[in-house]
């Protein structure tokens, strides 16, 4: 399957050149999930990274809004609480390696359509009032 991934840009740099990077361990991710080396065993060490960098992403736009003061900061931080919580659980799976393939799909939900639902609406929002 070919990568077809991507999110749409909010013109704000840093943010920008943090998704670039994402799309791209989202697609090594996607690649590998379509191809006959999945295993459901391997989830845990193959998301690891996509997984470390959404939430590192999330840390530094919240620092973001924090700086500039942004006054829907609340709403959005929400919005990544819930990606954490949601991968918190997922984690504790992968650690005692009970993943199912459903479950697996529906990481990658939360890794793509989520995720750029998130950029559509929040992220969106935030660039807007940041290049005001
Ligand atoms: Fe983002
Ligand atoms: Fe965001």
């Given at each position: 399957?070919?990568s077809q991934?991507?999110?749409?840009?909010?013109?704000?740099?840093?943010i920008?050149?943090q998704?670039?990077?994402?799309?791209?361990?989202?697609?090594?991710?996607?690649?590998?999930?379509?191809?006959?080396?999945?295993?459901?065993n391997?989830?845990?060490?193959?998301t690891?990274?996509v997984v470390?960098?959404?939430?590192?992403?999330?840390d530094?736009?919240e620092?973001l809004?924090?700086?500039?003061?942004?006054?829907?900061y609340?709403?959005?931080?929400?919005?990544h609480?819930?990606?954490?919580?949601?991968?918190?659980?997922?984690?504790?799976?992968?650690?005692s390696?009970?993943v199912?393939v459903?479950?697996?799909q529906?990481l990658?939900?939360?890794l793509?359509?989520?995720?750029a639902?998130?950029v559509?609406?929040?992220?969106q929002?935030l660039?807007?009032?940041?290049?005001r």
């Amino acid at each position: 399957m070919t990568s077809q991934f991507s999110l749409p840009f909010t013109a704000i740099k840093l943010i920008d050149r943090q998704h670039a990077q994402y799309v791209e361990l989202v697609n090594d991710l996607s690649d590998w999930f379509y191809s006959a080396d999945f295993d459901t065993n391997s989830l845990g060490a193959q998301t690891e990274a996509v997984v470390a960098y959404a939430l590192e992403h999330f840390d530094a736009e919240e620092f973001l809004m924090r700086s500039h003061n942004y006054p829907d900061y609340e709403e959005h931080e929400a919005k990544h609480q819930k990606f954490r919580e949601w991968i918190d659980g997922y984690q504790e799976k992968t650690a005692s390696s009970n993943v199912t393939v459903e479950e697996a799909q529906r990481l990658l939900h939360w890794l793509t359509k989520w995720f750029a639902e998130q950029v559509k609406v929040d992220d969106q929002k935030l660039a807007d009032f940041l290049s005001r």
